[in-house]
């Protein structure tokens, strides 16, 4: 059974930082794809970042790019995401995701099929 569990959420002011951790089992870390998706009060959940089991493709939303880096650490079998200046904007529940697919070079957001329960970020201003 394929667990996520995330952490390093909390209360940061406008413009401070914080790195969320994800760390995965019940899978062979390093085969699959990896994500950060997010969902505020009243939207739908949106795509963060991604990271391919290789490292080798990043994609990241539009609304965080040049402040947010996705990373994995294959022998912690964990992904982060650094996030940086953060807005209020940037406020909701922030949830890791694994790629069903092994060793897929592209990330494709119908393939995330495990999820973590979530960890909350609010951004005050």
């Known amino acids: 059974q394929v667990q996520l569990v995330e952490s390093g959420g909390g209360l940061v002011q406008a413009g401070g930082s914080l790195r969320l951790s994800c760390a995965v089992s019940g899978l062979i870390f390093s085969r699959h794809g990896l994500g950060w998706f997010r969902q505020a009060p009243g939207k739908e959940r949106e795509f963060v970042a991604g990271i391919t089991w290789s490292g080798g493709s990043k994609p990241y939303g539009d609304s965080v790019k040049g402040r947010f880096t996705i990373s994995r650490d294959n022998v912690k079998n964990t992904v982060y995401l650094e996030m940086n200046n953060l807005t209020p904007e940037d406020t909701a529940v922030y949830y890791c995701?694994?790629?069903?697919?092994?060793?897929?070079?592209?990330?494709?957001?119908?393939?995330?099929?495990?999820w973590g329960q979530g960890t909350q970020v609010t951004v005050s201003s």
């Open positions: 995701a694994a790629d069903r697919v092994e060793w897929s070079e592209e990330i494709v957001l119908a393939n995330f099929g495990s």
